[in-house]
């Protein structure tokens, strides 16, 4: 599988250092960057026009590379489409033909198809067999190179250079993470509804690289990421009881936490990967417990005669968000990670399940259900600005991507369940690719 040390510049700099901006010394010096104003994505706002793009197909080395490079700006282009912040211009448009991807483009040729901003690169091999990808970014109207970035990896991993170029592109053209370069792990269903096989799958974020990490014997639910490692937490209903498992995505490797009678949903992992926290059930109420996964060690942190479930962290590690019907209809509720007093946030209609926090901290993702319709929707952590992104028969399982802005949940109109994914804005509504039906996602940190 692909590690971090797998991608580099040509001084050894791993890709996390190079998104950062070092290594792109010797291509940003082409183009000094000129006083001014320096173009700019506003995404806040619900009414986001997306932005006009040029990506004419990556330069060739050889003609050996040449497939690669058109499906690395294929990929590209595809991702920043399906952003719905991006607005790809079609080929057959261009007047300019890029030849030399380190040359200044002719800005007016661009400017004339009203193309904001430019994306030229190549993709050579390397005497060794590696590939190098590198790329350029134009301000088309200001006429200046607003990025520059080069990679070495095997030829086997152009498919992950492409969600990286991506994750760069977006990030210098909207100020925010971009979050290409991540995974899905979801359940893949398959069989007649009776007897459908459920097993864990994970896939890229765009439905490429579909790899199945169970073999459908046991009923699986509710995958969790690691936010630390690639590493999943998931209930598995084998001989009788529920079974937590942790899974290694990369090695296979597999191990029990413990066996949690009346556990409803897997634990989550606390920020720092040390911890999980998880509801069980104890006769007609359930309560909230944290699990040490080193020690094995349980710490107790509601006891009430209600039912408390679906806890989930904040990103600093300091609160938790839950689901609990203490106020006589499942809500949502906030206290301190360590226990303590609630605060209950949610009191729209209806009832508000499945809680989950954005990574950037600033909004609860929930499922709603009231008048018979399930909706999405996203409420900040204070309880104020509630807004429902997408409403219909049964939604369900928010979570987030790892940059915030986007939700992926499952739907389910009566054929079986699909995964859709929607910006925290309410508009882009889009059904993500799987090979069957699909449900119960859970969205990677950014690879390393």
């Known amino acids: 599988m692909f590690k971090p040390a797998d991608i580099c510049s040509s001084t050894g700099l791993t890709r996390r250092t190079l998104m950062a901006g070092a290594g792109a010394g010797a291509l940003a010096a082409l183009t000094p960057r000129q006083a001014g104003a320096v173009l700019r994505l506003e995404v806040t706002s619900g009414n986001v026009q997306p932005m006009p793009i040029a990506l004419p197909d990556f330069l060739a080395g050889s003609p050996t590379e040449a497939e690669t490079a058109r499906n690395v700006t294929g990929i590209i282009s ?66 200046q190179q607003l990025d520059g970035k080069q990679y070495f990896t095997t030829p086997d991993n152009w498919r992950r250079i492409a969600h990286i170029i991506s994750d760069a592109i977006y990030e210098r053209l909207t100020g925010e993470k971009g979050y290409f370069d991540s995974r899905i792990v979801f359940v893949d269903e398959t069989g007649p509804a009776q007897r459908r096989i459920k097993r864990l799958a994970i896939m890229d974020q765009d439905g490429a690289g579909v790899r199945y990490l169970t073999r459908g014997d046991d009923l699986v639910l509710t995958p969790r990421f690691n936010p630390t490692t ?95 019907d203490r106020g006589g209809s499942p809500q949502i509720y906030v206290m301190p990670a360590a226990g303590g007093q609630a605060q209950r946030i949610s009191f729209g209609e ?56 986007v939700i992926m949940f499952f739907r389910d109109l009566g054929q079986g369940p699909n995964l859709y994914t929607i910006d925290v804005t309410g508009r882009n509504e889009l059904k993500e690719p799987t090979p069957a039906l699909a449900s119960d996602p859970a969205w990677s940190p950014l690879l390393s």
């Open 78 to 143: 595809n991702n920043l489409q399906r952003s719905g912040l991006f607005a790809p211009i079609n080929p057959a448009a261009f007047t300019e033909k890029i030849t030399n991807s380190d040359a200044v483009p002719r800005f007016a040729d661009w400017r004339v198809i009203n193309a904001q901003a430019l994306v030229t690169g190549r993709i050579t091999r390397q005497g060794d067999g590696r590939l190098k990808a590198e790329f350029r970014l134009w301000d088309v109207f200001a006429g």
């Open 350 to 405: 209806g009832s508000h399940s499945t809680p989950v926090w954005s990574p950037r901290g600033d909004f609860i993702a929930f499922t709603g259900q009231a008048r018979g319709q399930f909706a999405i929707g996203i409420i900040k952590p204070d309880g104020s600005g509630e807004r429902v992104l997408t409403s219909g028969f049964h939604n369900e399982g928010p979570t987030f991507a790892p940059n915030g802005r």
């Open 230 to 324: 690639q590493e999943i937490t998931y209930m598995s209903y084998g001989q009788g009881d529920p079974r937590v498992y942790l899974l290694n995505i990369e090695t296979g490797q597999r191990e029990i936490v413990g066996n949690f009678p009346g556990m409803t949903f897997a634990p989550r992992f606390s920020p720092d990967g040390q911890r999980v926290i998880m509801s069980l059930q104890q006769g007609a109420n359930s309560n909230l417990f944290t699990m040490d996964l080193r020690s094995k060690q349980t710490t107790r942190l509601t006891d009430t005669p209600a039912i408390d479930t679906a806890p989930c962290y904040s990103p600093d590690g300091r609160y938790i968000c839950f689901e609990s």
